[in-house]
């Protein structure tokens, strides 16, 4: 049974810093292509970050700059740090896996930033 789980989520002022983890469980971690994706109230689910099985990352532009995504493939898990955030940046935060067969979402872990 594959398993993703979201830890790191909360409330944090403006300009504050969250690390997000995602722990994998029930897959070959190591060749699959990890993602964090958000979805704020009354929006589209958003990428925000990727990370290739050979470590090649991606970040949309809102995020270039203040988060970081990576991974530690003997722990299978994958982290998203995130720095200098912005309200807009509230919103539920899910963790990705795929690979050429089949794509895997976790529950999703919710971060509020508001003063």
């Known amino acids: 049974q594959v398993q993703l789980v979201e830890s790191g989520g909360g409330l944090v002022q403006p300009g504050g810093s969250l690390r997000l983890s995602c722990a994998a469980s029930?897959?070959?971690?190591?060749?699959?292509?990890m993602g964090w994706y958000r979805q704020a109230p009354g929006k589209e689910r958003e990428m925000v970050a990727r990370?290739?099985?050979?470590?090649?990352?991606n970040y949309s532009d809102s995020v270039k700059g203040r988060f970081t995504i990576s991974r530690d493939n003997a722990k299978r898990t994958v982290y998203l740090q995130m720095n200098s955030l912005k309200p807009e940046d509230t919103a539920v935060y899910y963790c990705?896996?795929?690979?050429?067969?089949?794509?895997?979402w976790g529950q999703g872990a919710q971060v509020t930033v508001s003063a």
């Open positions: 990705s896996a795929r690979n050429p067969v089949a794509n895997y």
């Open positions: 029930g897959i070959i971690f190591s060749i699959n292509n």
């Open positions: 990370i290739t099985s050979g470590g090649t990352t």
